[in-house]
Antibody, heavy 118, light 110 residues
Framework: EVQLVQSGAEVKKPGESLKISCKGS????????IGWVRQMPGKGLEWMGS????????RYSPSFQGQVTISADKSISTAYLQWSSLKASDTAMYYC???????????WGQGTLVTVSS | QTAVTQEPSFSVSPGGTVTLTCGLR?????????PSWYQQTPGQAPRTLIY???TRSSGVPDRFSGSILGNKVALTITGAQADDESDYYC??????????FGGGTKLTVL
């Protein structure tokens, strides 16, 4: 069974760094892109970027380029989303999702809620 | 502003049929964008409904169908039920590993 399990909720202060994770299981982790999707409170879904764990090829939405870093450790089947200096506007739910064979997101993580507040 | 457009809201009566659309601010949507559709209810992760324009994901009822409608892609719900009341998002694959979400449509069943 394909599963994506994300790390737990985080509460951080502005300026702090953060790295959240998404662990894949039940499939060949290196053979599928993993995407990250943001959902700000009461708002829609936004694609942030994707990584191909097989070779760490990474693509970013222009809106998020330079704001976050996406990485993966294929040895432990885990993808990451990290910030070096959080802002209050980073408060959101973040989902990881596997990009399936037909370029759609076929499996989703449960989401990680990130709250940034002083 | 997202380049992928959706109706912000729509309403349908129980048992009725509704068609939600997904387009591009400039240009036409075609099957080469591998359009997909997702349903999200409050507090839940998105659920994949349709991929590659018109293929239902496993376990999705056949009252959900996808198609190309003119220069847009469409999601049609036939025989709407109360638990279809959700937010619906389309995603287009823009190539080079890049995906784009539409702004979402809030569907009310009343």
């Amino acid at each position: 069974e394909v599963q994506l399990v994300q790390s737990g909720a985080e509460v951080k202060k502005p300026g702090e760094s953060l790295k959240i994770s998404c662990k894949g299981s039940g499939y060949s982790f290196t053979s599928y892109w993993i995407g990250w999707v943001r959902q700000m409170p009461g708002k829609g879904l936004e694609w942030m970027g994707s990584i191909y764990p097989g070779d760490s090829d990474t693509r970013y939405s222009p809106s998020f380029q330079g704001q976050v870093t996406i990485s993966a450790d294929k040895s432990i089947s885990t993808a990451y989303l990290q910030w070096s200096s959080l802002k209050a506007s980073d408060t959101a739910m973040y989902y990881c999702a596997r990009r399936g064979a037909w370029d759609h997101f076929d499996y989703w993580g449960q989401g990680t809620l990130v709250t940034v507040s002083s | 502003q997202t380049a992928v457009t959706q109706e912000p809201s729509f309403s349908v009566s129980p048992g009725g049929t509704v068609t939600l659309t997904c387009g591009l601010r400039s240009g036409s949507v075609s099957t080469s964008y591998y359009p997909s559709w997702y349903q999200q209810t409050p507090g839940q992760a998105p659920r994949t409904l349709i991929y590659s324009t018109n293929t239902r994901s496993s376990g999705v009822p056949d009252r959900f169908s996808g198609s190309i409608l003119g220069n847009k892609v469409a999601l049609t719900i036939t025989g709407a039920q109360a638990d279809d009341e959700s937010d619906y998002y389309c995603v287009l694959y823009m190539g080079s590993g890049i995906s784009a979400f539409g702004g979402g449509t809030k569907l009310t069943v009343l």
